[in-house]
């Protein structure tokens, strides 16, 4: 069973950072892409940013020039480093992998932003 574990939320003022990490049960190079989401409360859950298994990176536009996605294979982790937090990032953070066609997701991690 195929497990994906965030840590690092929690509360930071406007204008803080904070790095979001993804722990995988798998071989992290197994899925086809890796990705961050967030769902905010009443709205639809949007992705963030991703990365495929040959290191191509999509942002979405808020998070450009603001959040940087990586990962670390032989720790099996996913980051999610966000600089320059304002109160509309506060969500709720997913983390996704897909193998083939089978997407797994974490259980996610609160980040609010106060301001």
């Known amino acids: 069973q195929v497990q994906l574990v965030e840590s690092g939320g929690g509360l930071v003022q406007a204008g803080g950072s904070l790095r979001l990490s993804c722990r995988v049960s798998?071989?992290?190079?197994?899925?086809?892409?890796m990705g961050w989401y967030r769902q905010a409360p009443g709205q639809q859950r949007e992705l963030v940013a991703n990365i495929n298994v040959g290191g191509v990176i999509n942002y979405a536009d808020f998070a450009k020039g603001r959040f940087t996605i990586s990962r670390d294979g032989a720790k099996r982790t996913m980051y999610l480093q966000m600089s320059r937090l304002q109160p509309g990032d506060t969500a709720v953070y997913y983390c996704?992998?897909?193998?083939?066609?089978?997407?797994?997701w974490g259980q996610g991690t609160q980040v609010t932003v106060s301001s």
């Open positions: 996704k992998g897909k193998i083939l066609r089978r997407d797994y």
């Open positions: 798998d071989n992290i190079f197994n899925f086809n892409v």
